[in-house]
């Protein structure tokens, strides 16, 4: 063989290439067609029975030097990118990515804004537990110049047995300190039903990492008009985490604030492991602004500074952290909150680096 003819056959290999490259893109657009008519009937895209018929009609008519089994995984590669090519449309629809909104949304809570480029925090107590502890916080926030306070009135703890919460005297604990101090109220609910109820006390509704999936919920946080603050779930992928917020924005409310908390994993020198990267994905694929929890996702006091400066650094909107007048004899995560002078500390080391990433 000559170097002539080698160059004609690469130049034919070049040829096919070009062609094939043609086809597949063709498959590309049909199989996009497709995908919008199963999207308009609410038919599931992959249909296991369709590809079997499509593979035997290939493998039958194959008669090529490639093995049929060769054959058989090219072409399931293809039919693997296809389906993929229909979930990448499936996420451009997403009403809460940033490819269906491009500017960044602003979560107004009565005029406090999260999401405005200004860093925030939301601090207070890990449960409601008595009008004297929260006004010990809301006033020691004050002084610090915060306005979101969060507190939970309904606990979901992972024993029925602990401290399940103040339930709607808590709410109105956090309402009345709230109306005395200053404060905007964030505070977590945790069945659909006590959503409306929640409407008269609190100013940020809180959906818990343990309920990021119940789907009734977050369908009816969607329908008020009311902010919501949306927790990761305790193994979610950040593909789950942004579907669940889609759950709320699907019904109405583009309110929402994604808080990362930490996921677990098999790390135990912390609670749970902070998934500090997933701040900029999300900020990155959606509108929404993004807070970090860096009491629940370490679970140790000795780390909170350094984490919400992380936060700060990779471009949180908020961080969000627990205090308690009296941490030792908090009714839950008694361990790992802080009291007022640690706090203080906290705030003016806080506040410093964040003036400094200015
Ligand atoms: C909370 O913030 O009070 C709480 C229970 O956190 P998480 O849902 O993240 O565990
Ligand atoms: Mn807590």
Redesign the pocket.
Known sequence: MTTNDLTQLRDKIDGVNLQLLKLLNERAEIVQEIGEHKEKQGVARFDPVRERQALDLIIKNHDGPFQTSTIQYIFKEIFKASLELQKDNHNKALLVSRKARPENTIVDINGEKIGDGEQRFIMGP?AVEGYEQVKAVALAMKEQGLTLMRG?AFK?RTSPYDFQGLGVEGLQILRKVADEVGMQVVS?ILAPQDVEKALDYVDVI?I???NMQNFELLKAAGRVKKPVLL?RGLSATIDEFINAAEYIISQGNDQIILCE?GIRTYEKATRNTLDISAVPILKKETHLPVVV?VT?STGRKDLLLPTAKAALAIGADAVMAEVHPDPAVALSDSAQQMNIPEFNEFMDVVKAFKNKLA
């Open positions: 890990c939970g979901p977590e809180q818990g990492a343990r927790k908390r929890d629940h």
